[in-house]
């Protein structure tokens, strides 16, 4: 009977250890970034590869319910328009689990994209295989990727700046300073700093 419990307990941590592997790894910077096709809340299928005259893009994990999310908004709004025209348009993506926060849910993104005016496609990664594979943990959660060739080199990970509450005390722009970096074909000086935002609401396992 103590060894059967013996097994059990030592298959139940075999189990819990591979859950919460597949949640704290993530790419590095200088991994190529896999492709997606997830839906954007114009109903339509969108992919990084579609960006065809894209020279990287700027990959956000966000949400419509986090504050932090909220909070970030305007400057995600902001990069768009900025580095858009000059190559590396944003990408939103939406991980939550609806069933957890109902607030996240396509329609209410479709909702929110419209109050705020999003100018940059705002998708929805149902499964969440999109967010465990970039391992991404926070909303919002960024990752500059490099086009090189076919393939999309993460250049940069973490947090859009160093100031979430007062943008206007913000002093250090790590997104903006990472794709000014790319742009002038320089190293990246802060290639990863810390995610600050809401914790991704993942499916019930």
């Known amino acids: 009977m103590k060894t059967h419990t013996q097994s059990f307990a030592t298959l139940c941590m075999v189990l819990l250890s591979a859950t919460m592997l597949c949640f704290t790894t993530g790419y590095q910077v200088g991994d190529e970034g896999r492709d997606f096709s997830l839906k954007n809340i114009d109903g339509k299928m969108l992919s990084m590869k579609d960006m065809k005259d894209a020279k990287g893009v700027i990959l956000v994990f966000t949400c419509n319910h986090c504050p932090f999310s909220k909070a970030y908004e305007e400057r995600i709004i902001a990069l768009?328009?900025?580095?858009?025209?000059?190559?590396?348009?944003?990408?939103?993506?939406?991980?939550?689990?609806?069933?957890?926060?109902?607030?996240?849910?396509?329609?209410?993104?479709?909702?929110?994209?419209?109050?705020?005016?999003?100018?940059?496609?705002?998708?929805?990664?149902?499964?969440?295989?999109?967010?465990?594979?970039?391992?991404?943990?926070?909303?919002?959660?960024?990752?500059?990727?490099?086009?090189?060739?076919?393939?999309?080199?993460?250049?940069?990970?973490?947090?859009?700046?160093?100031?979430?509450?007062?943008?206007e005390k913000v002093t250090a722009k790590y997104a903006e300073n990472a794709v000014d970096a790319l742009l002038a074909n320089k190293a990246v000086a802060t290639p990863e700093t810390k995610a600050i935002g809401c914790g991704i609401k993942w499916k019930a396992q």
Do not use: C, W
């Open 80 to 167: 768009d328009k900025k580095y858009a025209p000059l190559g590396y348009p944003v990408i939103a993506i939406n991980p939550n689990d609806k069933t957890r926060e109902p607030e996240d849910s396509f329609e209410n993104m479709q909702i929110r994209a419209k109050e705020k005016g999003f100018s940059f496609p705002y998708l929805y990664d149902e499964t969440q295989e999109i967010a465990q594979s970039y391992g991404a943990t926070r909303t919002p959660h960024v990752y500059v990727l490099k086009k090189e060739g076919a393939k999309f080199i993460v250049k940069y990970i973490g947090a859009i700046d160093d100031n979430s509450d007062e943008p």
